[in-house]
């Protein structure tokens, strides 16, 4: 066992390629999914926590409840959507890493909208009153306040980062685990693993701790800048 470590810790240490090309990979997949999921979830979390609309409770409840959305279940649903003989099928995105990124979009934009929500509500009720004092419209209302819950949405983002990072179930399916075009560091442990080549697959465990480790590091950073000011600076 040892030597098996010595092995990973060496992978580690000379930037093997196909190491880093899977690192990359992850990386590239699960920011591009957060990134757009952000660019989606923050002004559907806003605009949900500022406006009153008929079913906005119902909209809340089906939000939180995708928050649980099992991945499996997602890259299912993905799979069918982009398979050659599903609506989207055209596209041919199937086994790339287009179809991994849609599939961690659709896991993290629920966390994101919810906890946006949150953080854009909790704002509103605080400073309402000076809202209204100053009779700002909706839309600047709505950008006022994520601009004062930008650490509360800097959590969010990074807490949406570590579940599509860590995910395996979805991008397995949609994914394929292809070798040099679809292998993350998730998929990669699980089917080094299971051929018993267990340096590649420590060695790919080491570099997902130190992610989540320093992922949840800045949580807790931005978390303790994260108490707002006193009052709002007229708009």
Same mark, same amino acid.
């Given at each position: 066992?040892?030597?098996?470590?010595?092995?990973?810790?060496?992978?580690?240490?000379?930037?093997?390629?196909?190491?880093?090309?899977?690192?990359?990979?992850?990386?590239?997949?699960?920011?591009?999914?957060?990134?757009?999921?952000?660019?989606?979830? !923050?002004?559907?979390? +806003?605009?949900? *926590? #500022?406006?009153?609309?008929? $079913?906005?409770?119902?909209? &809340?409840?089906? /939000?939180?409840?995708?928050?649980?959305?099992?991945?499996?279940?997602?890259?299912?649903?993905?799979?069918?959507?982009?398979?050659?003989?599903?609506?989207?099928?055209?596209?041919?995105?199937?086994?790339?890493?287009?179809?991994?990124?849609?599939?961690?979009?659709?896991?993290?934009?629920?966390?994101?909208?919810?906890?946006?929500?949150?953080?854009?509500?909790?704002?509103?009720?605080?400073?309402?009153?000076?809202?209204?004092?100053?009779?700002?419209?909706?839309?600047?209302?709505?950008?006022?306040?994520? !601009?004062?819950?930008? +650490?509360?949405? *800097? #959590?969010?983002?990074?807490? $949406?980062?570590?579940?599509? &990072?860590?995910? /395996?179930?979805?991008?397995?399916?949609?994914?394929?685990?292809?070798?040099?075009?679809?292998?993350?560091?998730?998929?990669?442990?699980?089917?080094?693993?299971?051929?018993?080549?267990?340096?590649?697959?420590?060695?790919?465990?080491?570099?997902?701790?130190?992610?989540?480790?320093?992922?949840?590091?800045?949580?807790?950073?931005?978390?303790?800048?994260?108490?707002?000011?006193?009052?709002?600076?007229?708009?």
């Amino acid at each position: 066992m040892s030597d098996v470590w010595r092995d990973a810790v060496a992978l580690l240490l000379e930037f093997d390629g196909d190491l880093i090309e899977i690192v990359g990979l992850s990386l590239t997949v699960s920011l591009t999914a957060v990134g757009l999921s952000a660019a989606i979830a !923050v002004p559907l979390g +806003a605009f949900i *926590a #500022t406006h009153q609309f008929y $079913g906005r409770s119902a909209v &809340i409840l089906l /939000v939180n409840t995708l928050m649980g959305l099992p991945p499996v279940l997602v890259g299912l649903v993905v799979y069918l959507w982009l398979s050659a003989s599903g609506p989207l099928g055209s596209l041919q995105w199937l086994y790339t890493p287009a179809a991994m990124i849609v599939a961690q979009t659709i896991l993290v934009a629920p966390i994101l909208t919810s906890l946006t929500r949150q953080a854009v509500q909790d704002l509103d009720a605080e400073y309402d009153e000076q809202m209204r004092m100053w009779s700002v419209g909706p839309l600047a209302r709505a950008t006022t306040l994520i !601009v004062e819950a930008r +650490a509360g949405l *800097a #959590t969010a983002v990074l807490a $949406g980062f570590g579940r599509a &990072i860590a995910e /395996v179930g979805a991008v397995l399916i949609v994914g394929g685990n292809i070798n040099h075009v679809t292998r993350t560091m998730t998929t990669a442990i699980a089917l080094e693993t299971s051929k018993g080549e267990l340096a590649l697959a420590i060695a790919l465990g080491i570099v997902l701790l130190v992610i989540a480790v320093a992922v949840n590091a800045a949580v807790m950073v931005a978390s303790s800048r994260g108490e707002p000011e006193a009052g709002l600076r007229a708009p």
